[in-house]
């Protein structure tokens, strides 16, 4: 019955079930972890351990394999228990060699864990993967006898002997995938009061045989499931540590690491240091040598080598080119590109706009829309007008152009190169390249004016107290 192991074994995911103790209407293993659904862990350490995938789905069918790229599926029609969701995938699985099968709510598995079952399970039937823990609750317990493994006895059937066991079941085994196929899966009998078919009978039959084995791995901590919120905050912490871990052996600088988050999808450069508060979500990009101030929120931004983002900046679908300055305070929104040695300083927000290199945009400014050349100069308070109330127009600056302080640019309109704007004007009309373009009341200045308005005001101010004393509006 045992045959020639494969190239590549198969990791079989069980992710069909609901999770009715999440109490949420998504699918227990599409519960994000550090930026993945739940199952993608399951998948990314099945690949690394050098399985091929494959996946059992039945609730929110359509986005479990959405949230699977790559991952062959098989649908199982009702949630009928751990056997029959291997039946459904019987046309998955290769007609010889190794089978893996793990629950898609074992996120923190391990693929060094995998790769040691893997490497044990030789010529059995049936390898479970263990563990020993110190208060084992309701988990199954593996029977041994001279240290050979018996079976498993389910705590709700165990005699008290049997119950002070600490070596339990992980719920993850691997199958000698001819022996699976053509003896387990045809003998799996229902299971009273619902009728469900249980692969643990899988190990009883292998232990009937004398080919079962346990492979008794002390990590428990990478093999719990996720049942609950409580145990998905736990797994969340656990994942962010190793992933913090991974950046810290790689060369980035992290300070105060507890107050740091980072996504699994993230990539740092060489030498970034990331201050207290980073947050780094989606698919960041962040190159070598750039400095993240505290506080900071990036999600889908890729930051160019040596750049400096300043404390409190918020950088959404951006992009930032080398050596150029960010905040603090500054906000980035989609379509944001940033040139190299360009500056976005506090206060500033930009959305759909390009600037180029060595650009800068220093105090309190918005940007929608826009284009802005290399070495132009934006001052502080200008906006770009870029909503008629019907549709967005584009503002176009040009290549060291000066905006002076205040300025409204009205779009759809343009900025030649070298052309200067004066403070506080609106522009309505595209200024020529090196022209000059003030729009603003002339200035009036009155001697002696002050004096005279500030009488008033004491005078008006005093006839408003003798008013209040009267009880007068």
């Known amino acids: 019955m045992t045959s020639a192991p494969s190239s590549r074994p198969l990791a079989l995911i069980l992710a069909a079930g609901l999770g009715t103790r999440m109490r949420s209407p998504l699918a227990k293993v599409l519960h994000p972890l550090c930026g993945r659904p739940m199952v993608a862990w399951v998948v990314a350490a099945a690949r690394e351990a050098g399985c091929d995938v494959a996946a059992v789905v039945h609730h929110q069918e359509e986005a479990v394999r959405a949230a699977l790229p790559g991952v062959a599926c098989a649908r199982q029609d009702q949630p009928r228990g751990t056997g029959d969701a291997v039946r459904a995938a019987q046309a998955?699985?290769?007609?010889?060699?190794?089978?893996?099968?793990l629950p898609g709510d074992a996120p923190l598995v391990r693929p060094g864990l995998l790769r040691a079952l893997l490497g044990s399970h030789g010529g059995a039937f049936c390898t479970v993967l263990s563990a020993r823990i110190s208060e084992p609750g309701e988990f199954g317990r593996i029977v041994r006898e001279g240290g050979r493994a018996l079976g498993i006895v389910e705590a709700s059937e165990a005699t008290p002997e049997q119950l002070a066991i600490h070596e339990v079941n992980s719920?993850?085994?691997?199958?000698?995938?001819?022996w699976l196929r053509e003896v387990v899966l045809p003998s799996l009998q229902p299971h009273p009061p619902k009728g469900e078919l249980y692969l643990t009978d899988a190990v009883a039959l292998a232990a009937r045989a004398g080919r079962l084995q346990a492979t008794c791995l002390d990590d428990w901590a990478s093999l719990q499931g996720i049942n609950d919120r409580a145990a998905l905050a736990r797994a969340e912490d656990l994942l962010q540590d190793r992933l913090i871990e991974a950046h810290g052996r790689a060369g980035v600088s992290i300070q105060r690491p507890g107050t740091v988050r980072i996504e699994a999808e993230v990539?740092?450069?060489?030498?970034v240091l990331l201050e207290p508060g980073v947050v780094l979500c989606g698919r960041t990009r962040i190159g070598a040598g750039v400095r993240v101030g505290a506080h900071s929120v990036l999600r889908d931004a890729e930051v160019g080598e040596g750049a400096v983002i300043h404390p409190s900046s918020v950088l959404e679908g951006a992009v930032v080119g080398p050596e150029a300055q960010i905040g603090p305070f500054a906000r980035l929104r989609p379509g944001t590109h940033i040139g190299a040695r360009a500056r976005v300083g506090n206060f500033v927000e930009t959305k759909n706009a390009v600037l180029g290199e060595g650009a800068k945009a220093s105090h309190l400014t918005y940007l929608g829309d826009a284009t802005v050349g290399p070495a132009a100069n934006i001052g502080a308070g200008t906006i770009t007008c870029n909503y008629d109330g019907f549709a967005k127009h584009r503002t176009v600056i040009g290549a060291g152009a000066f905006i002076g302080s205040n300025t409204a640019l009205v779009a759809p309109v343009s900025v030649g190169d070298g052309a200067l704007v004066g403070a506080g004007s609106t522009i309505t009309a595209s200024v020529p390249a090196e022209a000059l373009a003030v729009s603003r009341p002339r200035q009036a200045t009155y001697p002696d004016g002050a004096p005279a308005i500030r009488d008033q005001f004491r005078q008006r101010a005093e006839e408003l107290r003798h008013a209040r004393k009267k009880g007068e509006t």
């Open 171 to 178: 719920g993850i085994y691997a199958f000698d995938a001819a």
């Open 92 to 101: 998955l699985l290769p007609p010889r060699g190794t089978v893996l099968v």
């Open 267 to 271: 990539v740092l450069g060489a030498d």
